[in-house]
């Protein structure tokens, strides 16, 4: 009898843009783990924490920081575009982050949003 694991995860493999990208969602409970890679490894992780502002409680601000890879600009703006969904429809949840892209362009990141919402969890 095969052991069902206790975590709900999701995983997609696509071409994009001519390129093999792989996306896994899983859900901790109190976080979600996104991995996004045209690598095939698990790269820069990066948190997404929301913070709640006392003015506008339904859309937090969300807080970038890298904890393993290049701290650059371009990292920052790609989680954000890519998980502040994933965060928003959780319920305000905090996501951990690995992405390894080769494709940093607009278009490819809308069609890992894309993919990232078939993979929902949350």
Known sequence: MAAESILASKQ????????PTQ???TDFGNTILVVVTQYG???TFVSVEPNVVADNVSRPLLTTKVLLGKDEPLVHICAKHLVTSVSQEAGNKPVLLAMALKDKSMEGVRMLQEMIRRCRVW
Not at 12 to 19: K, L, N, P, Q, S
Request: net charge neutral.
């Open 12 to 19: 997609a493999d696509e071409v994009i843009r001519g390129i």
């Open 23 to 25: 996306v896994v969602c």
């Open 41 to 43: 490894k698990m790269g």
